[in-house]
């Protein structure tokens, strides 16, 4: 389909392992937002791209989260030494331009045990 | 960045119509105010947006008021399908900041 594709779509992972979650928006989208949601709250920012520049990551929890948008289109998402405080679903979103309605995949769900 | 206040939940009578709240006291003048929906285990969808004139579209109408600082969300015939968290925002230099939304449960 033409929407934002997320993968996986679940990820289990250990304590202290690294993990990728990748997102691919919609062709041509210039703006790319990550957010975080846990369980019964609503998604919570955490960066955004303009293209390859990461305009803001001022919603990064820790320095263990990195984001990533190489060529301006596929964006990776990567927690170092994961906690279980990391566990929640996490949203990739992207726009034409960035105040223009956002367009959301359907989440990784990660599960930190 | 201005933040938006909504009720945690609201009921609705399926064929009547929704209406939903949200208050948004410190928006700025060009600031738009945005409304999602979130059904469980889908990402959020967009619903509607507005700067100051009231919209409609196919889904929903938007009633801003005329200082800016509320505004109501309306799905004019509420259907079962309708059910699921309703995200108010307003978006700032493309940074969204998301509250816990509205569970609207639509009965029967």
């Known amino acids: 389909g033409a929407g934002v594709s997320q993968s996986p779509r679940y990820k289990v992972a250990k304590r202290g392992q690294d993990v990728a979650l990748r997102c691919d928006p919609i062709s041509g989208h210039v703006s790319l937002f990550w957010y975080q949601q846990a369980l019964g709250q609503g998604p919570e920012f955490l960066t955004y791209?303009?293209?390859?520049?990461?305009?803001?990551k001022s919603g990064l929890p820790s320095d263990r989260f990195f984001a990533e948008r190489p060529e301006g289109s596929v964006s990776t998402l990567k927690i170092q030494r994961t906690q279980q405080e990391d566990s929640a679903v996490y949203l990739c979103?992207?726009?034409?331009?960035?105040?223009?309605?956002?367009?959301f995949g359907d989440g990784t769900r990660l599960s930190i045990l | 960045d201005a933040k938006t206040t909504q009720p945690t939940s609201m009921d609705c009578a399926e064929g009547r119509a929704a209406n939903l709240p949200c208050n948004h006291s410190t928006i700025s003048g060009n600031e738009y105010v945005y409304w999602y929906r979130q059904i469980h285990s889908q990402g959020p969808q967009y619903i509607i947006h507005?700067?100051?004139n009231n919209e409609t579209n196919e889904m929903a109408s938007l009633i801003i008021t005329e200082d800016r600082k509320s505004s109501t969300l309306i799905l004019p015939h509420a259907t079962l399908r309708d059910t699921a968290v309703y995200y108010c925002?307003?978006?700032?230099?493309?940074?969204?900041?998301f509250g816990d939304g509205t569970t609207l449960t639509v009965k029967p």
């Open positions: 925002i307003v978006i700032s230099a493309g940074k969204s900041t």
């Open positions: 979103a992207s726009t034409e331009v960035s105040n223009q309605p956002q367009h």
């Open positions: 791209f303009q293209n390859e520049a990461q305009l803001d």
């Open positions: 507005g700067l100051k």
